[in-house]
């Protein structure tokens, strides 16, 4: 099993950035890939951004490329998530994912171990 950790939410201004944390414990000798998804109120989570092991592969959603940046730092068993730029629109609980196999990246079933989550809101 993974345990995933959240960390780094909070409230910001349009413009602005914040960077999230996802701290993995457990069995992380068999952790593959980890990701950001997000759900919005009302909506369906989404895919954000994954990154494989080796962190030579990183995978987007059109809406944050150029503006997210995902890294992962192995040593410490944590990746981040830097957004930059942030938007009204990017307001959403984030969620860190793992898995322990290749799948599909933007499939939510497609991943492990899932985080509780934590609330980022942007605003105007």
């Known amino acids: 099993q993974v345990q995933l950790v959240e960390s780094g939410g909070g409230l910001v201004q349009a413009g602005g950035s914040l960077r999230l944390s996802c701290a993995a414990s457990g069995r992380t000798d068999s952790t593959y890939a980890m990701g950001w998804f997000r759900q919005a109120p009302g909506k369906e989570r989404e895919f954000v951004t994954a990154?494989?092991?080796?962190?030579?592969?990183?995978y987007y959603t059109g809406s944050v490329r150029g503006r997210f940046t995902i890294s992962r730092d192995n040593a410490k068993n944590t990746v981040y998530l830097q957004m930059n730029s942030l938007k009204p629109e990017d307001t959403a609980v984030y969620y860190c994912a793992a898995r322990s196999g290749p799948g599909s990246w933007s499939e939510g079933t497609s991943w492990d171990y899932w985080g509780k989550g934590t609330l980022v809101t942007v605003s105007l």
């Open positions: 990154i494989n092991w080796s962190g030579i592969s990183r």
